[in-house]
C-alpha cells in the first residue's frame, strides 16, 4: 500500500483548519492538526468522527508565537513520519478597531500571530522539504491582504505581509521543487471576526463612534449571509493536490472581481465604492 503524504495544519481547533484537516485525509494524506489548546479540540473530532479514518490524523498542541513548541513540533514528527509533504499555514486571528485607538500590544499581537508565526512554522518546516526536493506551502491569505478595509489596518496589514512573504518564498523554494500558494477567501461564515471583534472594546465618545457602529452593523450583515467554508476547504485540497498549482487561488463571493477592480480603477473609485458599501 502506498504511504500517505504527511501535512501538518495549525490553528486546526475552528475554522477552515477545523474544516479542511478532515478534508486533507479523505484527500490522502496523513495529517497532524496542530492547535494552541487541544482542550478545545471537540469540534475537530466530532467532525473526523463522521467523515474519517481516526488513525489518520493525530491532533498537536502548537501554538505559533513559541519558537520552542513549533522546534519540537516539527522534529517529533520527522522523527515519527520521516517527512513533511504539506504544510497549511492557518492559525490567524483578527484584530477589529480604528488604528489610532488600537494599542500597540494589539498590534503586536497581530503579527506576532498571523506574520511571524506563519513565517517562524514555515521557517522549520523548509530544510526538510528542500532536503526531499519537494514539498507544498500553503498560506492563508484573505481578500484583506490585497485590499485594505477601515477598522480593519492591523489584520489587513499582517495579511498584506503574507502576500509579500509568499511571493518572494515561491521565487526561492521553485529550485528546490517546493511550491507556495496563496489562498485568498474572501467573508465566511468562521469564528474569526467573532473572537477579534470581542476583544475589541469602543468608548461612546470616540470620534471613531459613528464609522465603528456602521463597521459593526456591516460585518454583521456580512457573517449573516456569509456562506459556509466549503469552497475554501475545496481550493485548499485543489491546491495540495493537483501537479502544478498558482500562487493564488481568490476564493468567494465578488473576491475575483474587487480584486480585478482595484488592478483597473482609479483608487479614488475603490474608496467610493467602500464608503457606499458602510452607508
Known amino acids: 500500500m502506498q504511504k500517505r503524504l504527511v501535512c501538518l495544519v495549525t490553528g486546526s481547533s475552528s475554522g477552515f483548519g477545523k474544516h479542511v484537516s478532515a478534508a486533507l485525509v479523505k484527500a490522502g494524506f496523513q495529517v497532524i492538526a496542530s492547535m ?9 473530532d466530532k467532525i473526523a468522527k463522521l467523515n474519517i479514518e481516526s488513525e489518520h490524523m493525530e491532533v498537536i498542541p502548537l501554538d505559533v508565537t513559541s519558537s520552542k513548541q513549533i522546534e519540537e513540533s516539527v522534529s517529533a514528527i520527522i522523527d515519527r513520519y520521516g517527512r513533511i509533504d504539506l504544510l497549511v499555514n492557518n492559525a490567524g486571528w483578527a484584530c477589529g478597531g480604528f488604528a489610532e485607538e488600537i494599542p500597540e500590544e494589539d498590534w503586536r499581537e497581530q503579527f506576532e500571530v498571523n506574520v511571524f ?12 522539504m528542500r532536503k526531499q526536493g519537494c514539498g507544498r506551502i500553503i498560506n492563508i491569505s484573505s481578500i484583506s491582504g490585497r485590499i485594505g478595509f477601515p477598522g ?9 505581509a503574507v502576500e509579500g512573504f509568499s511571493e518572494s518564498l515561491r521565487l526561492e523554494m521553485r529550485p528546490f521543487g517546493v511550491d507556495v500558494i496563496l489562498i485568498e477567501p474572501g467573508s465566511y461564515r468562521t469564528s474569526i471576526w467573532e473572537k477579534g471583534l ?3 472594546t469602543f468608548s461612546p465618545d470616540s470620534p471613531y463612534a459613528a464609522q465603528n457602529e456602521r463597521l459593526m452593523a456591516s460585518v ?3 457573517m449573516e449571509s456569509a456562506p459556509e467554508p466549503d469552497e475554501v ?8 493536490t493537483i501537479p502544478k498549482p498558482r500562487l493564488r487561488y481568490p476564493v468567494g463571493r465578488g473576491v475575483r472581481l474587487a ?13 467610493a465604492m467602500i464608503a457606499s458599501r458602510l452607508k
Open 233 to 240: 476547504v475545496s481550493a485548499i485540497v485543489h491546491a495540495a
Open 198 to 200: 470581542r476583544k475589541t
Open 259 to 271: 480584486i480585478a477592480a482595484k488592478s483597473i480603477l482609479p483608487w479614488s473609485w475603490i474608496e
Open 117 to 128: 508565526g506563519l513565517i517562524n512554522v514555515t521557517r522549520a518546516v523548509l530544510p526538510h
Open 152 to 160: 480593519l489596518a492591523p489584520y489587513a496589514a499582517s495579511k498584506h
Open 36 to 44: 494552541r489548546d487541544t482542550s478545545k479540540r471537540e469540534p475537530l
Open 220 to 222: 454583521a450583515q456580512i
